[in-house]
T-cell receptor, first 116, second 109 residues
Framework: SAVISQKPSRDICQRGTSLTIQCQVD?????MFWYRQQPGQSLTLIAT?????????ESGFVIDKFPISRPNLTFSTLTVSNMSPEDSSIYLC?????????????FGPGTRLTVT | GQNIDQPTEMTATEGAIVQINCTYQ??????LFWYQQHAGEAPTFLSY??LDGLEEKGRFSSFLSRSKGYSYLLLKELQMKDSASYLC??????????WGAGTKLIIKP
């Protein structure tokens, strides 16, 4: 299994500011994912971040709002830009590992963001 | 379109057995995942099924029928700590996970 850490674990931010969330994995992984989970809802994929290429964004998410970096195989950052209260959510970093013919997906502990 | 359906909430008694169903319609299929998520925490991987049949892991088992687009998670000998949300997710042909809304499981003594 992969061990994933995220920083910060939580933050309270002012409207209009930006926050960068860091994700560190204890092993090299090709694909990293960033999710958002709003209160009482399931997970929504923001983007897929592959090392050495531009992140792929899902419908409704754009690079200007959620720029992502993936400088190496163990690290990624997600920035939430020009925040509004609607961005208040838990942001989760995730990786997919393979074991034989099986997939396993692991999540970081999440970053709880509150925008005031 | 792509769709994952699971019940919103279920209630069960400590020590009993509960089955959480998940039906899906997706563009392609590369496996189905079950996750457990306690309130305020990140999801924890429980199981992955890509072939039809039952996979057992201790008190938890997961079943898949690809022809029916159906899976269930079976929890035996329920404990109070099993109170959580259980998320069903399908990996589609692009290896993207399509998520269900989750089933909130309430365990009563």
């Amino acid at each position: 299994s992969a061990v994933i850490s995220q920083k910060p674990s939580r933050d309270i931010c002012q409207r209009g500011t930006s926050l960068t969330i860091q994700c560190q994995v204890d092993s090299q992984v090709t694909m990293m994912f960033w999710y958002r989970q709003q209160p009482g809802q399931s997970l929504t994929l923001i983007a897929t971040a592959n090392q050495g290429s531009e992140a792929t964004y899902e419908s409704g998410f754009v690079i200007d709002k959620f720029p992502i970096s993936r400088p190496n195989l163990t690290f990624s950052t997600l920035t939430v830009s020009n925040m509004s209260p609607e961005d208040s959510s838990i942001y989760l970093c995730s990786v997919v590992g393979t074991r034989g013919f099986s997939y396993e997906q692991y999540f970081g502990p999440g970053t709880r963001l509150t925008v005031t | 379109g792509q769709n994952i359906d699971q019940p919103t909430e279920m209630t069960a008694t400590e020590g009993a057995i509960v089955q959480i169903n998940c039906t899906y319609q997706t563009s392609g299929f590369n496996g189905l995942f079950w996750y457990q998520q306690h309130a305020g925490e990140a999801p924890t991987f429980l199981s992955y099924n890509v072939l039809d049949g039952l996979e057992e892991k201790g008190r938890f088992s997961s079943f898949l029928s690809r022809s029916k687009g159906y899976s269930y998670l079976l929890l035996k000998e329920l404990q109070m700590k099993d109170s959580a949300s259980y998320l069903c997710a399908v990996m589609d042909s692009n290896y993207q996970l399509i998520w269900g809304a989750g089933t909130k499981l309430i365990i009563k003594p």
